[in-house]
C-alpha cells in the first residue's frame, strides 16, 4: 500500500471485509482470492500520498459493488470489473493483464466500462452517443450496462454533496436515459429511487411537499391498510397458503405524475399505495394459486373490470409475471392488488439478473428476444444518434399488446403498432414490401393500429417499396430504422444519378465540374452537403436550365464594408432581453440576448438554466422545465448557468394559472374582482369552461416573482367554491 498507512485506510478494509460477507451470502462462491486481489491492487496501485483520494477510489468501488450484488443481483465477475475499472482508468493495469491475471469476461467488462468512461470524458460528445454506446455493450455483456446503472445510482444517492450543476446534469440523465433504462431491464425499484432522487433535486418544493404529505397521513394510510388486509389474510389462511402480504406507498414521483397528468391535487390521488400479496408456491402450482388468490381478494371487494392485468399468462418482455386487480376498499377508495410469487418478486426486484436462477423459463425467453431485437436495430446505424435515442427511449416506456401470426405464433408489440410494425418484426424485406393486412379475416391498411389478440397475416407485393410517410406511423425502433436505412439507400442512388446528370450537363456547357462549382450551388440552393444537391436534380426539384443561368452569371459585386452595412433587422424587444437587465448568463459572459422559453415560462425565482440554441441564441428554461431532462441528458455541453439579478425585482412576469372550483357564475366575478381591484393585477387572459359540473379556468396575469405568484394562488385559493388553484407546468 505505497504510502498509505494501515490505520488510514481501516474504514476501507472493514467496508470490504462487509461486502465479501455479502458475497458470500448471495453466492455459492468460496474461493475469495482473487477479490482480495483486485482490492490490494487498487489500495497499491493508487498509492502515494494522496491517501483522501485512494481512500474514495476504494469506498466507491465497494459501495458500487455493493448495490451490484445486493439490489442487482450480479456477482463476483461484476464486482472484479468494478474494482478493476477504477485501476484502469488511473493506469495502473492494462486489458492485457487483466485477462492474464484474471479472466476473459472480467476483462471484457472492463474494457465495456472503459468505452464508456472513455466517450463520457469527452467535453463536446453529445450524451446520445454515450448512451448508443452503452447499448452496444449492453447488446455484448448485458453486466456492463447493470454496473453503469449501479454507478449512477450510488452518484445520485451522494448528489447533495455535489455542485449544483453536477446534481441537474446526473437528475437529468437519469430521468432521461437511465430511470427507463432500468425500468425496462425489470429494476422497479432502482427506477422508483431515481426519479424520485431527480424530482428531489430538480423541484425540491414539489418533493418536500408530497413527502410531508405522505408522512402527515401514514398513520390513516397505515390504519386503512390493516383493515384492508385483514380479511384477505384470514381467507388466505384458512385455504392453507404460505404468504406474506406488503402494502407499499407509490414513489413521489409516481404520485407527481399523476397530479399532474390528471390536474389534480395530492388529496385526490386515492391510490397513493399498492397491496402485494406474495406465495410461497412451488413452480408447477404458480399460475394455479394466484388465480384462486385473486379470486378470494375479488369475492371479499368489488374489482374493477377494467383494470385486471394478466401478466402471468403472458410475461412483459423484460420478464414481470404478476396479477395486477383494482378493488373498492373501506371507504370507497380504490386499492391496487399485485398477486406473484417468491419467484416473481425476486425478478420483479432484481430484474435481468435473477432471471440467471431461472434459465429457460418462458419470461427469461421474453428477456432474451428483447435483447436479440437490440442487436439487431444496433446493426443498422442510424445517422442521427439522438434521433435514435428518442425512439429507443419511447420502447422503453411503452404499454405492450400482444398479436398473433397466422401459425398461432404470439409476438408482442408496443402499444400503438401497426401492421407495418408487425411485418418488419418478421423480416425487414417483409416490412419494406408490405402493402397490408388481413387482420381477423378482413383486410386492412399498413398505418391499421393492432389490439390485443388480433390474427396478422402480412400482404405483399414486389412492386411496393418504403416511403417517407411510413416513418410517421411505424412505433417500434426495429421499423424506423429499416425504414430509414432503406430510404438512404434509395437515396443514394439516386443522388449519384443527379451526380453524372450534372456532370453531363457541365461538360457540355464548357463549365468545369469543381469544388468551387459545387460550393457556388450549395450557397445558392442553401444546402449543406452535395448529396441534398444531386438528389434535388435527379427528383427534377431542380430545374438544370436555372442552374446553368446561375453559373454563368458574372459575378456579385463585392460586398460592403461592414460599417458601411444595413442596420440589422431589430428583434422586439418584448421577445428578447438583455442579460444585464434581470439575468446573469455564465457568470463569463456579458451582455448576452436571451428568451424566457415559452414551454416552461419561468418567472423571477423559478430555478434556472441557460440553453444555447441554434439560431436562436441562449433560452433560459425552469431546472423543472417539461424538456429540461432531455435538455440536459443530450445537449449537456450546450448547458449554461443562470441567475437572477436584483433588477428582476422590478419586473412583472407572465405566468399561467389553472382554476378548479363549483360551476357557479359569482366565481367568476369574486375572481375577477379580487384580482383587479383588490389586488390591483394584471390580467392578460382569462378563459372558462366546464366538465362534469366542475368549473376549470385558465388565468394568464402578471406577477412580480414567485413569492408574489403563490401569495396570489392562496387568496384565489380562499374564495368561496374554488377548490384548486396551481401553476400551469407544462405549456405547449
Given at each position: 500500500?505505497?504510502?498509505?498507512?494501515?490505520?488510514?485506510?481501516?474504514?476501507?478494509?472493514?467496508?470490504?471485509?462487509?461486502?465479501?460477507?455479502?458475497?458470500?451470502?448471495?453466492?455459492?462462491?468460496?474461493?475469495?482470492?482473487?477479490?482480495?486481489?483486485?482490492?490490494?491492487?487498487?489500495?497499491?496501485?493508487?498509492?502515494?500520498?494522496?491517501?483522501?483520494?485512494v481512500?474514495?477510489?476504494?469506498?466507491?468501488?465497494?459501495?458500487?459493488?455493493?448495490?451490484?450484488?445486493?439490489?442487482?443481483?450480479?456477482?463476483?465477475?461484476?464486482?472484479?470489473?468494478?474494482?478493476?475499472?477504477?485501476?484502469?482508468?488511473?493506469?495502473?493495469?492494462?486489458?492485457?493483464?487483466?485477462?492474464k491475471g484474471?479472466?476473459?469476461?472480467?476483462?471484457?467488462?472492463?474494457?465495456?466500462?472503459?468505452?464508456?468512461?472513455?466517450?463520457?470524458?469527452?467535453?463536446?460528445?453529445?450524451?446520445?452517443?454515450?448512451?448508443?454506446?452503452?447499448?452496444?455493450?449492453?447488446?455484448?455483456?448485458?453486466?456492463?450496462?447493470?454496473?453503469?446503472?449501479?454507478?449512477?445510482?450510488?452518484?445520485?444517492?451522494?448528489?447533495k454533496?455535489?455542485?449544483?450543476?453536477?446534481?441537474?446534469?446526473?437528475?437529468?440523465?437519469?430521468?432521461?436515459?437511465?430511470?427507463p433504462?432500468?425500468?425496462?431491464?425489470?429494476?422497479?425499484?432502482?427506477?422508483?429511487?431515481?426519479?424520485?432522487?431527480?424530482?428531489?433535486?430538480?423541484?425540491?418544493?414539489?418533493?418536500?411537499?408530497?413527502?410531508?404529505?405522505?408522512?402527515?397521513?401514514?398513520?390513516?394510510?397505515?390504519?386503512?391498510?390493516?383493515?384492508?388486509?385483514?380479511?384477505?389474510?384470514?381467507?388466505?389462511?384458512?385455504?392453507?397458503?404460505?404468504?406474506?402480504?406488503?402494502?407499499?406507498?407509490?414513489?413521489i414521483?409516481?404520485?407527481?405524475?399523476?397530479?399532474?397528468?390528471?390536474g389534480?391535487?395530492?388529496?385526490?390521488?386515492?391510490?397513493?399505495?399498492?397491496?402485494?400479496?406474495?406465495l410461497?408456491?412451488?413452480?408447477?402450482?404458480?399460475?394455479?394459486?394466484?388465480?384462486?388468490?385473486?379470486?378470494?381478494?375479488?369475492?371479499?371487494?368489488?374489482?374493477?373490470?377494467?383494470?385486471?392485468?394478466?401478466?402471468?399468462?403472458?410475461?412483459?418482455?423484460?420478464?414481470?409475471?404478476?396479477?395486477?386487480?383494482?378493488?373498492?376498499?373501506?371507504?370507497?377508495?380504490?386499492?391496487?392488488?399485485?398477486?406473484?410469487?417468491?419467484?416473481?418478486?425476486?425478478?420483479?426486484?432484481?430484474?435481468?439478473?435473477?432471471?440467471?436462477?431461472?434459465?429457460?423459463?418462458?419470461?427469461?425467453?421474453?428477456?432474451?428476444?428483447?435483447?436479440?431485437?437490440?442487436?439487431?436495430?444496433?446493426?443498422?446505424?442510424?445517422?442521427?444518434?439522438?434521433?435514435?435515442?428518442?425512439?429507443?427511449?419511447?420502447?422503453?416506456?411503452?404499454?405492450?399488446?400482444?398479436?398473433?401470426?397466422?401459425?398461432?405464433?404470439?409476438?408482442?408489440?408496443?402499444?400503438?403498432?401497426?401492421?407495418?410494425?408487425?411485418?418488419?418484426?418478421?423480416?425487414?424485406?417483409?416490412?419494406?414490401?408490405?402493402?397490408?393486412?388481413?387482420?381477423?379475416?378482413?383486410?386492412?391498411p399498413?398505418?391499421?393500429?393492432?389490439?390485443?389478440?388480433?390474427?396478422?397475416?402480412?400482404?405483399?407485393?414486389?412492386?411496393?417499396?418504403p416511403?417517407?410517410?411510413?416513418?410517421?406511423?411505424?412505433?417500434?425502433?426495429?421499423?424506423?430504422?429499416?425504414?430509414?436505412?432503406?430510404?438512404?439507400?434509395?437515396?443514394?442512388?439516386?443522388?449519384?444519378?443527379?451526380?453524372?446528370?450534372?456532370?453531363?450537363?457541365?461538360?457540355?456547357?464548357?463549365?468545369p465540374?469543381?469544388?468551387?462549382?459545387?460550393?457556388?450551388?450549395?450557397?445558392?440552393?442553401?444546402?449543406?452537403?452535395?448529396?441534398?444537391?444531386?438528389?434535388?436534380?435527379?427528383?427534377?426539384?431542380?430545374?438544370?436550365?436555372?442552374?446553368?443561368?446561375?453559373?454563368?452569371?458574372?459575378?456579385?459585386t463585392?460586398?460592403?464594408?461592414?460599417?458601411?452595412?444595413?442596420?440589422?433587422?431589430?428583434?422586439?424587444?418584448?421577445?428578447?432581453?438583455?442579460?444585464?437587465?434581470?439575468l446573469?448568463?455564465?457568470?463569463k459572459?456579458?451582455?448576452?440576448d436571451?428568451?424566457?422559453?415559452?414551454?416552461?415560462?419561468?418567472?423571477?425565482?423559478?430555478?434556472?438554466?441557460?440553453?444555447?440554441?441554434?439560431?436562436?441564441?441562449?433560452?433560459?428554461?425552469?431546472?423543472?422545465?417539461?424538456?429540461?431532462?432531455?435538455?440536459?441528458?443530450?445537449?449537456?455541453?450546450?448547458?449554461?448557468?443562470?441567475?437572477?439579478?436584483?433588477?428582476?425585482?422590478?419586473?412583472?412576469?407572465?405566468?399561467?394559472?389553472?382554476?378548479?372550483?363549483?360551476?357557479?357564475?359569482?366565481?367568476?366575478?369574486?375572481?375577477?374582482?379580487?384580482?383587479?381591484?383588490?389586488?390591483?393585477?394584471?390580467?392578460?387572459?382569462?378563459?372558462?369552461d366546464?366538465d362534469?359540473?366542475?368549473?376549470?379556468?385558465?388565468?394568464?396575469?402578471?406577477?412580480?416573482?414567485?413569492?408574489?405568484?403563490?401569495?396570489?394562488?392562496?387568496?384565489?385559493?380562499?374564495?368561496?367554491?374554488?377548490y384548486?388553484?396551481?401553476?400551469?407546468?407544462?405549456?405547449?
Open positions: 500500500m505505497a504510502g498509505n498507512r494501515p490505520d488510514e485506510l481501516l474504514e476501507c478494509r472493514n467496508k470490504f471485509e462487509k461486502l465479501v460477507r455479502l458475497i458470500r451470502r448471495n453466492k455459492e462462491i468460496h474461493d475469495y482470492s482473487r477479490l482480495r486481489k483486485v482490492y490490494d491492487l487498487l489500495t497499491s496501485g493508487l498509492g502515494g500520498s494522496d491517501t483522501v483520494r481512500k474514495s477510489e476504494v469506498l466507491a468501488a465497494i459501495e458500487i459493488s455493493e448495490i451490484a450484488v445486493a439490489e442487482i443481483g450480479l456477482g463476483m465477475t461484476s464486482v472484479l470489473s468494478i474494482f478493476l475499472i477504477r485501476l484502469l482508468r488511473k493506469g495502473g493495469t492494462s486489458l492485457p493483464e487483466i485477462e484474471f479472466d476473459r469476461p472480467v476483462a471484457v467488462i472492463t474494457a465495456g466500462l472503459n468505452s464508456i468512461h472513455e466517450l463520457g470524458s469527452k467535453a463536446m460528445a453529445p450524451q446520445a452517443e454515450n448512451f448508443r454506446n452503452l447499448l452496444l455493450n449492453l447488446a455484448g455483456d448485458v453486466r456492463v450496462i447493470l454496473i453503469r446503472i449501479a454507478e449512477q445510482l450510488h452518484a445520485m444517492r451522494s448528489m454533496h455535489l455542485p449544483q450543476e453536477d446534481q441537474i446534469r446526473l437528475a437529468a440523465e437519469a430521468s432521461y436515459l437511465y430511470a433504462l432500468a425500468h425496462r431491464l425489470g429494476f422497479y425499484i432502482i427506477k422508483s429511487e431515481m426519479e424520485d432522487l431527480s424530482l428531489k433535486f430538480t423541484d425540491r418544493k414539489i418533493y418536500d411537499s408530497i413527502a410531508r404529505q405522505l408522512a402527515q397521513t401514514m398513520r390513516d394510510r397505515k390504519q386503512f391498510i390493516e383493515e384492508f388486509i385483514q380479511p384477505i389474510e384470514e381467507s388466505l389462511r384458512k385455504q392453507g397458503f404460505d404468504f406474506e402480504i406488503k402494502g407499499r406507498p407509490k414513489s414521483h409516481s404520485i407527481w405524475n399523476k397530479m399532474v397528468n390528471k389534480a391535487a395530492f388529496e385526490d390521488i386515492y391510490d397513493l399505495f399498492a397491496i402485494r400479496i406474495i410461497n408456491s412451488e413452480l408447477k402450482n404458480e399460475k394455479a394459486d394466484c388465480w384462486q388468490v385473486y379470486s378470494t381478494v375479488t369475492d371479499l371487494y368489488q374489482p374493477n373490470p377494467l383494470r385486471l392485468r394478466d401478466w402471468i399468462s403472458i410475461p412483459k418482455t423484460n420478464g414481470y409475471e404478476s396479477l395486477h386487480t383494482t378493488v373498492v376498499g373501506p371507504g370507497g377508495h380504490w386499492v391496487e392488488v399485485q398477486i406473484r410469487t417468491k419467484r416473481m418478486n425476486e425478478i420483479a426486484e432484481k430484474g435481468f439478473a435473477a432471471h440467471w436462477k431461472y434459465k429457460g423459463l418462458e419470461a427469461e425467453q421474453g428477456l432474451e428476444e428483447w435483447l436479440k431485437r437490440i442487436r439487431e436495430v444496433l446493426e443498422t446505424p442510424e445517422p442521427d444518434a439522438r434521433e435514435f435515442l428518442d425512439d429507443f427511449k419511447l420502447s422503453l416506456y411503452s404499454k405492450e399488446i400482444f398479436v398473433f401470426t397466422p401459425k398461432g405464433d404470439l409476438k408482442k408489440f408496443p402499444a400503438g403498432a401497426t401492421v407495418l410494425d408487425f411485418a418488419y418484426d418478421i423480416h425487414s424485406e417483409v416490412g419494406s414490401t408490405c402493402t397490408g393486412a388481413r387482420v381477423n379475416g378482413k383486410n386492412v399498413i398505418r391499421h393500429v393492432m389490439q390485443n389478440g388480433d390474427r396478422v397475416e402480412v400482404l405483399t407485393s414486389k412492386n411496393q417499396t416511403k417517407m410517410d411510413w416513418l410517421n406511423f411505424v412505433v417500434t425502433s426495429r421499423a424506423k430504422t429499416k425504414i430509414k436505412f432503406k430510404l438512404n439507400e434509395a437515396r443514394v442512388k439516386q443522388a449519384e444519378n443527379g451526380k453524372e446528370m450534372l456532370t453531363r450537363r457541365l461538360k457540355n456547357w464548357k463549365i465540374f469543381s469544388d468551387e462549382t459545387v460550393r457556388k450551388l450549395l450557397k445558392a440552393y442553401k444546402f449543406k452537403i452535395a448529396q441534398d444537391l444531386y438528389y434535388q436534380i435527379a427528383t427534377e426539384d431542380i430545374d438544370l436550365a436555372q442552374i446553368k443561368e446561375l453559373l454563368q452569371e458574372p459575378a456579385a463585392p460586398e460592403k464594408p461592414l460599417a458601411e452595412a444595413e442596420p440589422a433587422t431589430q428583434v422586439p424587444s418584448e421577445t428578447v432581453v438583455r442579460s444585464d437587465d434581470y446573469v448568463i455564465d457568470d459572459l456579458a451582455n448576452v436571451f428568451k424566457l422559453a415559452k414551454c416552461c415560462n419561468p418567472i423571477f425565482g423559478d430555478e434556472i438554466f441557460g440553453f444555447v440554441t441554434i439560431g436562436e441564441g441562449i433560452k433560459v428554461h425552469r431546472l423543472n422545465c417539461p424538456n429540461a431532462a432531455q435538455l440536459i441528458s443530450k445537449y449537456g455541453y450546450r448547458v449554461v448557468k443562470a441567475r437572477w439579478t436584483s433588477g428582476g425585482k422590478e419586473t412583472l412576469f407572465t405566468v399561467e394559472i389553472k382554476v378548479t372550483g363549483e360551476n357557479d357564475p359569482n366565481i367568476l366575478n369574486n375572481i375577477s374582482n379580487l384580482l383587479t381591484k383588490d389586488l390591483k393585477i394584471t390580467l392578460r387572459a382569462i378563459s372558462f366546464t362534469n359540473g366542475m368549473l376549470n379556468g385558465r388565468l394568464k396575469i402578471a406577477v412580480k416573482d414567485t413569492a408574489h405568484l403563490e401569495s396570489l394562488m392562496v387568496r384565489l385559493s380562499s374564495i368561496k367554491g374554488v384548486r388553484v396551481n401553476r400551469v407546468e407544462r405549456y405547449v
